[in-house]
């Protein structure tokens, strides 16, 4: 299995990036997936997920109203697209699938992960 994850970038406060993850190895419309960060000295947290049908989604309160995931099930892709961007936003973005096909929040329960791609905004 591999999730390979792109899109990030160096982009200015309050501008917008659009990061891509691309599945393979597994039946990708199986799983529910998500977004995790993780920025310098602190722990991967939560972004968003979205379950295997597209129909349920759940975000961080942190990037509530700014950032969008959504899923391509055909194209075995999941993205996250965020908008107003801030500097606090700057981390390493990871995708992620669990076998369970819901909305998943805890990081212990996704069983995939992608390599990781670097977003920093800054001010």
């Known amino acids: 299995v591999q999730l390979q994850a792109s899109g990030g970038g160096l982009v200015q406060a309050g501008g917008s990036l659009r990061l891509s993850c691309v599945a393979s190895?597994?039946?990708?419309?199986?799983?529910?997936v998500g977004w995790f960060r993780q920025a310098p000295g602190k722990e991967r947290e939560f972004v968003a997920a979205?379950?295997?049908?597209?129909?349920?989604?759940y975000y961080a309160d942190a990037v509530k109203g700014r950032f969008t995931i959504s899923r391509d099930n055909a194209k075995k892709t999941m993205y996250l697209q965020m908008n107003s961007l801030k500097p606090e936003d700057t981390a390493v973005y990871y995708c992620?699938?669990?076998?369970?096909?819901?909305?998943?929040?805890?990081?212990?329960?996704?069983?995939?992960w992608g390599q990781g791609t670097q977003v920093t905004v800054s001010s």
């Open positions: 992620a699938a669990t076998g369970y096909g819901r909305v998943v929040v805890p990081i212990n329960q996704y069983d995939y």
């Open positions: 190895g597994l039946t990708f419309s199986n799983y529910g």
């Open positions: 979205i379950s295997w049908s597209g129909g349920s989604t």
